[in-house]
Every structure is written in structure tokens, then in C-alpha cells.
Nanobody, 111 residues
Framework: VQLVESGGGSVQPGGSLRHSCAAS????????MKWVRQAPGKGLEWVSD????????NYANSVEGRFTISRDNADNTLYLQMNSLKPKDTAVYYC?????RGQGTQVTVSS
């Protein structure tokens, strides 16, 4: 399993970022995928997940209505669109499959 994220960065509150995760080494189109994050000094927090054919998408209360998870099974890529970002969204974001995670990308929301 290999998961490679991209798209992190620094933004001001209210800004937007889009994460991508390129997946390989498993049958992506059959996999439930998820995004998790880890804020400084805190444990891992589940953010969102998506079923193999995108029929079901779930979000943590803290991001509901602001974040959108999506996937492209033809390209083996998972996405997370993050809008209306808040300072409390500052964290390292990981895409995950089963017990595997990517290397993570840093998101910093600050004025």
C-alpha cells in the first residue's frame, strides 16, 4: 500500500485548500478511503470517509458543510476540498486505507 498526499499549505482563516492522495498497491476502486488529521499535541482525528463508488460520504461534525471528500477511481486518487478554513483546522492531514496512512501534509490556518 502506498499513499502519497499533496496540497497542504498555509492559508488565512476563511481560505480554501485542496488535498490530493495518489494511491497504489491495492484495489483502490474497492476500498473505503478516509482522511484523518493530527493537530499539534493531539491524537489522530477522523475527518471524513467515502465508500468505493462514492455512494456514501461521512464527515466529522467539526468539518461538516465545509469539507468535501471525493475520489477518482480511474485515476486512483482521493481528494479533500477544504473551504472556510479555521485556525482549529491546523493539523497534518493524512489519507488512509485500512491501517495504512500516507506521509501527511501540513495545513496551517492563521492570520
Amino acid at each position: 500500500v502506498q499513499l502519497v498526499e499533496s496540497g497542504g499549505g498555509s492559508v488565512q482563516p476563511g481560505g480554501s485548500l485542496r488535498h490530493s492522495c495518489a494511491a497504489s498497491g491495492f484495489t483502490f476502486s474497492s476500498a473505503t478511503m478516509k482522511w484523518v488529521r493530527q493537530a499539534p499535541g493531539k491524537g489522530l482525528e477522523w475527518v471524513s470517509d467515502i465508500s468505493p463508488r462514492s455512494a456514501f460520504r461521512n464527515y466529522a461534525n467539526s468539518v461538516e458543510g465545509r469539507f468535501t471528500i471525493s475520489r477518482d477511481n480511474a485515476d486512483n486518487t482521493l481528494y479533500l476540498q477544504m473551504n472556510s478554513l479555521k485556525p482549529k483546522d491546523t493539523a497534518v492531514y493524512y489519507c488512509a486505507y485500512a491501517s495504512s496512512r500516507g506521509q501527511g501534509t501540513q495545513v496551517t490556518v492563521s492570520s
